[in-house]
């Protein structure tokens, strides 16, 4: 994935907080996890990060949104976040989104859509229900191009393994 300068990009913009989860999905990737990368920012600073993790972690709740929840609520001793906005690659599935409303994220900002199992537009709208004690405000499709090439090419990459490994048998 070629990464624009982020001297290109105004710091502090959704595009370079999203650029910061784009660095981070690619680690995933790296690790052979499905490339999604988050930050937690608040007040111009990130302080929370995470990737997807949940292979090499035997763990089906270390999805990257979970991980910079962890993070950031470690980082600053609280749990609530409140005024922070969170930036993802992928649109969240319910779990995150779960979480999100628990841990008071004021703000979602996602890159790609998850057509099958995305919780915030494309199936289930979780944060627009109005039974909800916390509502989270969201914004999907900064940096859509490069946060939806970076699962394509992944998942094209595994599906080229799967095949070399069946055709070598």
């Known amino acids: 994935m070629q990464m624009e300068s982020n001297l290109q990009i105004e710091k502090k913009s959704d595009k370079y907080w999203m650029w910061q989860a784009l660095m981070l999905a690619q680690q995933a990737a790296d690790n052979n996890e499905v490339p999604v990368g988050a930050v937690v920012v608040r007040n111009n600073e990130i302080i929370g990060r995470g990737r997807n993790q949940a292979i090499g972690a035997c763990d089906p709740t270390a999805h990257a949104e979970i991980q910079a929840l962890r993070d950031a609520a470690n980082n600053i001793n609280n749990y609530r976040l409140n005024g922070s906005t969170l930036y993802v690659t992928l649109e969240p599935c319910g779990m995150c989104a779960g979480a999100m409303i628990h841990s008071r994220i004021q703000r979602v900002v996602y890159g790609a859509s998850e057509p099958k199992a995305g919780a915030v537009i ?48």
């Open 122 to 169: 494309s199936q289930m709208q979780q944060f627009d229900q109005p039974y909800l004690n916390h509502q989270v405000a969201h914004a999907g499709g900064v940096c859509a191009a490069e946060c939806s090439q970076i699962i394509s090419h992944f998942f094209a990459r595994r599906r080229q393994e799967k095949l070399e490994k069946r055709t070598q048998s």
